[in-house]
């Protein structure tokens, strides 16, 4: 038989099956369980003290998915379960699917949100310390990390010196948690929620570099970046839930802080100029629409034009290994 077949249909339709196996598998520490040491469906049961019929489940649908391997009865994590999805790696990513997981509630509204072009999330990304951060940030820091890293390579952090930086919106801190690793003599600033802060602080600390990570308490709408300051600046995962017109007021209020012939750094989910790109980054524009007033994917284009207005006149943008872009203003 030829012609299309309903494959692609049918695992688009069962995607929040996916999540919410992954997701379960996360929150009962299946992975963990597997991590070294294969193990019946029984056996899984027991050490995550779950049911042994929820367990057979779980294994089914992960090995399903090709997340665990079977043999002779045994489930055993495949490499890439084992790098990602067991808890205390830095490329931890299962904590990402207990979020997805968490806000299903708002997705069963995104026809509404599509109809009027407003959200449908109670906990839009407006709101001051919104709770929402609280979980969010640990969770997507695995996805930052290994771009923190790059970032770091190419502008040399490691022999900089005693350079300073200012990390908008840094969350868990993981740009500055790896970029104080590598520079020790660095010192890493980043203005975010009280709330969210603390978190910072706590996962910087897990690198043993909290003593030179500095936070600012405040809303970075309001909050004055100050003046010829910093050698680097730091906008990652923030512009896509930004208006363009803030999206620009920020760069102006970055171009003032950053020092003559420092860098500015965005990463964020980048679409090229004809709106084509990552799966992911094209699907984010539906989170922000779902989830905030004025955000969006932006293309190229539109950061050019934003970096080239606020006073950046060399922009370079470059790809990475995940899903997400970097920019590199000066
Ligand atoms: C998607 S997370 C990105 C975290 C981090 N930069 C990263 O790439 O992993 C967005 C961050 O921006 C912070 N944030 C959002 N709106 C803010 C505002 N108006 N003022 C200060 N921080 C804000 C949130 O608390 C959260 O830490």
Known sequence: ??????????????????????????????FDALEGSPASAEDVAKKTVISVRGAQALLDGLAGLGLLTLSEGRYGNTPEASQFLVKGKPSYLGGMAQVFLEDFSTWQHMPDAVKTGLPVASNTTDIADNPFWHMLVPAIA???????????????????????????????????????GVNKQATGFQLDWEGVNKIGRGYVANFGVADRFKTIDGDFHSTDFG??????????????????????ANFRKFRKAIKPGGTLVVNDFVLADDRTGHPFAMMFASQMLVATKGGFTYRQADYRKWLGEAGFPSVEIVATPTPSTLIFAR
Not at 5 to 10: H, V, W
Not at 144 to 162: D, N, R, T, Y
Not at 228 to 243: L, M, P, R
């Open 227 to 248: 003046a010829a300051k910093y050698d680097f600046a730091v906008y990652a995962h923030i512009a896509h839930q930004e208006t363009p017109a803030d999206n620009l």
């Open 1 to 30: 038989m030829s012609g299309p077949t309903p494959d692609k249909i049918m695992q688009i339709t069962t995607g929040g099956w996916a999540t919410s196996i992954l997701g379960s598998a996360a929150r009962h520490g299946i």
């Open 142 to 180: 695995a996805l930052s990390f290994p771009v923190a890293q790059m970032a770091a390579e190419k502008l040399g952090i490691a022999k900089a010196g005693a350079v300073s930086w200012l990390d908008v919106g840094g969350g868990s801190g993981v740009w500055s948690a790896v970029w104080l």
